[in-house]
């Protein structure tokens, strides 16, 4: 039976490579192409703005050079103009009068930080709006009321002006999102953010509306509707039926939260159920944070609690890897990048911005000192989230593409990423012991670079993957994310 007994040996021996070496390949054939990782400007750079400039210049490097996150999307918030907002930090300027009629010096916090993603070149650039300007809303305020039916085309009119305005200063913001969690208003009043419910059945007006002053201003194919910004990928996909199929051709991309902090099977749905209704049109992640839970992902969910540590980051790199590598996605945002939730007092006790505490939340990669108005400390907190981000804004760039990882440990939390020149691996290890991974790639590959962040490194240099046979040993330390970078080339 030499039929069956080649069987066996194969069997065998991929069960031997799977206990023994973790026997994995990248694959000849790209998957999705990336568009971006970044973040939100909500709502920080209202206080950001009012610290010493050499102080905005350095978060403005953090944020968008490659020193620092390299991020390649940005999320402006165009502000409703904080009407009943009772947190003045969460209460953005407008740049509304009335109808055809702008005050463009309003928001310079907002434009400071815009402006600085655009000097730094990131390709990306998103405008959005939690709710429509007051006057335009039911209850004439930014939050606890909803979309007007029939002001589809004079709230899209505003956003299209306010785009042309930006793009007529060289500042190329090519995304705009009209509903940022449509399913709340955020009330009641005072609320703690700005917040226009858009029910279901009136979202299409908004798409429409927004399409058509595009359009007028010749922008429509420059800039591309995202919607709707659901606040969950459950709450999103039962509602898409009253809206979506009515508007498909007009959104770029449809885009979701994952405050429902999914689990894989019902991500996996949801992206299934989505590509069968609208095939063709990509879904991205457009904002997340808070939650505590372990470096596996166990225990996440939304939550308030400050968790700087390692354990926390790796728990978020888990969420990535799972929106870029299981729901094959092709852009992910994370929410407002900058936090001022620590839930401590670092003057008075300085080591307290490394631990875990329940006052804060865990919203931010880069801290600040909320009393900073008062006691003056300027001083920007970096978490462990900054570093284990800077692995996917570094290395994850617009225009490479996702290589799949197949074989006995191809691991969800491994990605390979490849542009002409390079391949990146991505590998993350969630556990308390060390392991590695044994990888080969369809073509030359030739190790260059390691940089690994854990608890005691911050995207630190470490040693190269080395050779073994045809493939590469990849260690993975405890409780770490490691990027190998190889170039496609001969040794
Ligand atoms: C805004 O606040 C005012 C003053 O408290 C209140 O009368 C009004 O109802 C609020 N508007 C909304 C939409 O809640
Ligand atoms: C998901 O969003 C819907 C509204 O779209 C909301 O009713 C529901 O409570 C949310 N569920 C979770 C788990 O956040
Ligand atoms: C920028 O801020 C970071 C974090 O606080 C700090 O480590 C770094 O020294 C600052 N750089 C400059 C040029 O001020």
Known sequence: MPFLHLAWTCFASSAFLAWGANAASVSSTPAQTFTGIGGSGAWWPMDLYKFPEA???NLSSLLFSQDGLGLSSYRY???????????????????????????????PQGVYFLQAASKNGVPSLTAFANSAPAQLTSGKASCNGGFVTGTGVQYGTYLADVIAHFRSQGININFVSPMNEPDSNFGPSPCGQEG??????????VVNGLYTALSNKG??????????????????????????????????????????FPSDSSYSTYITN?????????????????????????????????????????????????????????????????????????????SCVTSANSNGWTDGLIY????????????LYITKHFWTYKHFGNFVKPGSQRRP?????ASKFTMA???????????????????????????????????????????????????????????????????????????
Request: hydrophobic letters at 35%.
């Open 405 to 409: 990882i197949s074989g006995s440990d």
């Open 219 to 260: 922008l429509a194919s420059a800039v591309g509707i995202l919607a709707d910004e659901s606040s969950n990928l459950s709450g999103a996909g039962n509602n898409y039926a009253s809206w979506l199929p009515q508007v498909v051709g007009k959104v770029a991309a449809i885009v979701h939260h994952t405050y429902d």
């Open 55 to 57: 102080t905005r210049q």
């Open 417 to 491: 990423v490849s542009d002409s020149s390079t391949y990146y691996i991505l590998a993350m290890n969630p556990n308390s012991g060390d392991s590695s991974l044994t990888l080969s790639f369809p073509d030359a590959a030739c190790a260059s670079r390691a940089v690994r962040t854990s608890a005691s490194e911050d995207f630190a240099s470490v040693a190269l993957a080395t050779k073994s046979g045809s493939s590469w040993v990849l260690p993975l330390k405890a409780m770490s994310l490691t990027t190998y970078i190889f170039n496609r080339k001969a040794c």
């Open 368 to 379: 600040y000192d909320s009393a900073y108005n008062s006691n003056k400390n300027y001083a």
């Open 77 to 107: 918030n165009v502000g409703a103009g904080g009407v009943n907002v009772s947190n003045p930090v969460r209460a953005p300027e407008t740049f509304y009068v009335s109808p055809g009629v702008y005050n463009f010096a309003k928001d």
């Open 196 to 205: 226009m419910q858009v029910l279901p059945n009136q979202r299409a007006e």
């Open 274 to 350: 989505t590509n069968r209704a609208y095939p063709g049109k990509p879904t991205w992640m457009s904002e997340v944070c808070c939650s505590l839970g372990n470096a596996d992902g166990t225990g996440k969910g939304w939550s308030g609690g400050y968790d700087p540590s390692i354990k926390n980051a790796l728990m978020f790199s888990g969420l990535v890897f799972q929106s870029l590598v299981l729901a094959n996605e092709p852009h992910y945002d994370f929410w407002t990048l900058v936090s001022n939730q620590l839930g401590c007092s670092p003057l008075n006790n300085p």
